[in-house]
Each structure stands twice: as structure tokens, then as C-alpha cells.
């Protein structure tokens, strides 16, 4: 199958492989998106998502700001307010727990094109499309969607800590960092 590719690759086909890349890549994307759809359907409300969105309520009321992170499981807390605040901009939209969710829908799918976009300039397009293919149909990424806690989060944001790697490796600038 590799020599296939790179001797299509190499027989002035680029555009079309680039092309049929981008077609697969939206064939898995829609998938993703309607598995990621269907887990709307068995969203669970635990004691973790209330006691967050409550302090992201609060925020939004102005009763209090809280000035430390969500609790860990084994104690403590972790540092800043960043998920409180992230939670609290749907509830600008809309205050209920299904803008939370909805919000979270979005970011999970928002990062799955953002990452082919990175990858792409970076590796070229096979990386990119591999990689976005794992990245969307990865069953933790998929069930992020379910529960808006804390790790829920993390998959936005570590596309955004792969380009912001990405640019200060490739320019050598430490404005990136």
C-alpha cells in the first residue's frame, strides 16, 4: 500500500492525493460528529459537573468569583479558575447545563479540524489525516463529550499546546511560547 501511495505521490499526482486526503478526512469528521451526536444522548450529570457549573453560576450572577481551581480526586485543588470561566461562557448564551454541554460538543469537534489544519502545515497532509482520523474516532476523545469535567477539556487545548509547539520549533521565536 506505501509503495502505491509514493508512487502515485511521486507521478506528479500530489493534488489529487491531497484532494482524496481531504474528502476522507471529511468522510471520518462526519462520523466523529454523529458518534460524538448520539453520546448527547447518555450525557451524565454527576456531583463533579454541578459543583463546577454552580461556582460557573455564580460567576455569571457576580455572587463570587472563586479564585482556585476544581478539587483533584486526592486532594487539593488545582491552580486558577480557567475552567470555571471556560464554563461560564455558554452560560452567557444560555444558562442551563445543556449550553455546558453543548459548548463542550463544539469544542470536541472544533478541535478535531484544527488539528488536521496544524498537523497538515507541519507533516503534510497523510500525517494530518491519520493523526485527525485517531483523534476523531478515539473512544476518550468521543466520550469527553459526555461529561464536561475537568478532562473533558483537555483535547482543545492540547491542539492548541501542538501549535503553539509547532510554531516555536519551526521559527525559533519565543513569542510562542
Not at 113 to 125: A, N, Q, R, T
Request: some cysteine; overall charge neutral.
Amino acid at each position: 500500500m506505501g509503495f502505491i501511495i509514493k508512487r502515485f505521490y511521486s507521478s506528479g499526482n500530489k493534488d489529487y492525493m491531497e484532494n482524496l486526503a481531504f474528502v476522507g478526512f471529511t468522510l471520518i469528521l462526519s462520523i466523529g460528529i454523529y458518534l460524538r451526536y448520539e453520546a448527547l444522548d447518555i450525557v451524565r450529570v454527576i456531583d463533579f459537573f454541578t459543583r463546577d457549573a454552580e461556582r460557573a453560576f455564580n460567576i455569571i450572577e457576580q455572587n463570587y468569583f472563586p479564585l482556585a481551581g476544581p478539587e483533584l480526586n486526592n486532594g487539593g485543588r488545582l491552580p486558577g479558575p480557567f475552567m470555571y470561566i471556560l464554563l461560564a461562557l455558554p452560560l452567557l448564551i444560555h444558562p442551563s447545563y445543556e449550553s455546558i454541554f453543548v459548548f463542550n460538543f463544539f469544542l470536541n469537534i472544533a478541535s478535531i479540524p484544527l488539528l488536521y489544519v496544524i498537523l497538515k502545515k507541519s507533516f503534510g497532509y497523510c500525517f494530518a489525516f491519520l493523526s485527525a482520523t485517531f483523534f476523531s474516532l478515539s473512544l476518550h476523545h468521543i466520550q469527553a463529550v459526555i461529561m464536561p469535567i475537568n478532562p473533558s477539556f483537555v483535547f482543545p487545548l492540547t491542539v492548541l499546546y501542538i501549535w503553539t509547539l509547532l510554531n516555536y520549533l519551526e521559527k525559533n521565536d519565543p513569542k510562542y511560547i
